[in-house]
């Protein structure tokens, strides 16, 4: 499934992702990396530009609270960073605390 599609340089990079954890990074229809991963990886490729220039490109995937989030690096300068701050240990935690109230809701519930 395509998750995006981004254009710099003049090159078309489309961002693929299936369910079974394998992503594919392709640049004007060329694949160019291709990775398996459960949690995210990153990919580090470089591409020429419409003038011959070469250009050094990060993308990363990642598996956040939010779900599957996209980092870029273009020439080592950010792209596009998403957010770090939620990560599956607030997820967790978050699960374990709600199951905490709830238990001892019930337990209180059936005491009075």
Not at 48 to 63: C, M, T, V
Not at 78 to 84: A, C, K
Request: charged share 15%; glycine share 8%; aromatic share 18%.
């Amino acid at each position: 499934m395509k998750y995006s599609t981004l254009f710099f340089h003049g090159q078309k990079i489309e961002v693929f992702n299936s369910w079974l954890g394998k992503e594919i990074i392709k640049i004007n229809g060329e694949v160019k990396s291709s990775k398996y991963s459960v949690f995210g990886t990153t990919h580090h490729f470089q591409f020429e530009d419409a003038k011959g220039d070469s250009h050094e490109f990060q993308l990363s995937f990642r598996i956040n609270f939010t779900g599957i989030v996209l980092d870029v690096y273009l020439d080592k300068q950010p792209v596009i960073v998403s957010p770090n701050n939620s990560n599956w240990a607030t997820l967790f935690l978050f699960a374990v605390s709600a199951g905490v109230v709830m238990f001892l809701f019930g337990f209180f519930k059936n005491t009075c």
